[in-house]
C-alpha cells in the first residue's frame, strides 16, 4: 500500500507546518502528517520549516534569536501562528501519524522528551511517530535515547553504497529527493529492510511515476493526489 504523506500538513491548500494546515491534512485523510521542529531562543520545540522566519511569515530573522514570545506575534499566513510541537500534536490528535523532521542541531533530546510524554501521559504510542532528518547525526542521537521510535534518513542525492550509509542508525525508512530516485537505490533499500518514502511529488505524472519504481511512500502537498 502507497502511503500518503501530508507535506507540512496540506500546504498546496494551507499555509505550511500550521495548526490549520495539519486539520486539512488530517481531513484528507493522510496516513502520516510531516512536519519539520526547531528549538527558538527560549528552548521550546516550535513547528517551521527554515533557520529564518522571512518566508513563511510576515517576519525576519532567525529562529534560534527569537522567544516564543516574539514568534508569537508573526502572521504564518491567513492569520495562522507558528505553532509549538505540543499544539501540533493536540491538533493532529492521533487521527493521523506524525514524522517529525528535525531541521536544527541540538534537537534530538528536546523531541524525544515531548514524545515520551505524548506516549506515557496522553495516549499515543510510540508506533505514531517517525523522526526524520538531513543531519544523520541527530538520527543517531535519537537513537541512542531510545530504539522504539522509527527513524527516517532525508537524502538529497545518491550516496556511494545507496542505503549503507544510513544502516548504522538501524533507519526503518529511506527518504530520497525525487530527483536523484532510480530503480537501484529503491531495490537496494528494500534488500537492507527499509522503506523508501519520496518527497516531494505535487505532479500526478511523478507520481505515477515513483509508484512504478515500487516506493513505499509519497510526501505531497497535495496528498489527495496521491
Not at 522566519?53 to 502572521?75: M, P, Q
Request: proline share 2%; charged share 30%.
Amino acid at each position: 500500500m502507497m502511503l500518503r504523506f501530508g507535506h507540512r500538513g496540506a500546504a498546496g491548500y494551507e499555509p505550511e507546518n500550521t495548526l490549520r494546515s495539519f486539520k486539512k491534512a488530517v481531513e484528507l485523510n493522510v496516513d502520516w502528517i510531516e512536519l519539520d521542529a526547531q528549538i527558538c531562543k527560549t528552548g521550546e520545540v516550535i513547528v517551521l520549516h527554515d533557520t529564518k522566519v522571512d518566508r513563511t511569515t510576515n517576519g525576519t530573522g532567525y529562529v534560534e534569536d527569537k522567544t516564543l514570545a516574539e514568534l508569537r506575534t508573526l502572521d504564518a499566513g491567513k492569520g495562522e501562528k507558528i505553532p509549538t510541537l505540543e499544539e501540533a500534536l493536540d491538533t493532529i490528535a492521533r487521527k493521523a501519524k506524525v514524522n517529525i523532521e528535525i531541521k536544527r542541531e541540538g534537537a534530538a533530546g528536546k523531541v524525544f522528551e515531548i514524545i515520551n510524554r505524548y506516549v506515557r501521559d496522553k495516549g499515543w504510542q510510540w508506533d505514531d511517530f517517525l523522526i526524520s532528518s538531513f543531519n544523520h547525526y541527530e538520527l543517531l542521537d535519537f537513537r541512542r535515547l531510545t530504539d522504539k521510535v522509527k527513524l527516517g534518513a532525508v537524502i538529497a542525492g545518491i550516496p556511494i553504497g545507496y542505503a549503507e550509509c544510513v544502516e548504522r542508525i538501524r533507519a526503518y525508512s529511506l527518504h530520497p529527493s525525487k530527483e536523484f530516485l532510480n530503480q537501484a537505490l529503491v531495490d537496494d533499500a528494500h534488500k537492507r529492510g527499509m522503506k523508501v518514502f519520496v518527497y516531494t511529488l505535487n505532479e500526478t505524472d511523478d507520481i505515477e511515476k515513483v509508484k512504478k519504481l515500487g516506493a513505499d511512500g509519497i510526501f505531497s502537498n497535495f496528498p489527495d493526489r496521491i
